[in-house]
């Protein structure tokens, strides 16, 4: 059974950084495009930021240029979300999740939560003073 869990998350000031992981178990993530996604309260799930099976890093959210990058570690089956210079509104649950129809050399120019078929349970990130 193909799993992901997340963890990493926890409580930094602003201007902080938090490195989040994504391990999997039961399938190799070599395999997919993996999609970090957030949710701030009350608001809606949003992507961040996607890394292709040829380790090709797509932005999706603008806050996020310049802050957030996404690398793969295949001797350890795990996608690391790194945040720099944490902001107020980074605060959020952020989720994993895996494409597992994954085509192509690059993640889509849309992050459609509807492609991602197997999803993490999400960790919590806070950003406060």
């Known amino acids: 059974q193909f799993n992901l869990v997340e963890s990493g998350g926890g409580v930094m000031h602003p201007g902080g950084s938090l490195r989040l992981s994504c391990t999997a178990t039961?399938?190799?993530?070599?395999?997919?495009?993996i999609g970090w996604f957030r949710q701030a309260p009350g608001k809606n799930r949003e992507p961040v930021i996607c890394?292709?099976?040829?380790?090709?890093?797509?932005i999706y959210a603008e806050s996020a240029e310049g802050r957030f990058t996404i690398h793969r570690d295949s001797t350890k089956n795990t996608v690391y979300l790194q945040m720099n210079d944490l902001k107020l509104e980074d605060t959020a649950v952020y989720y994993c999740?895996?494409?597992?129809?994954?085509?192509?050399?690059?993640?889509?120019?849309?992050?459609?939560?509807?492609?991602?078929?197997?999803w993490g349970l999400g960790t919590q990130v806070t950003v406060s003073y």
């Open positions: 999740a895996a494409d597992l129809y994954s085509t192509g050399h690059y993640c889509p120019n849309e992050l459609q939560m509807i492609d991602f078929g197997s």
């Open positions: 039961g399938s190799a993530l070599d395999a997919y495009n």
């Open positions: 890394i292709s099976r040829d380790d090709i890093s797509t």
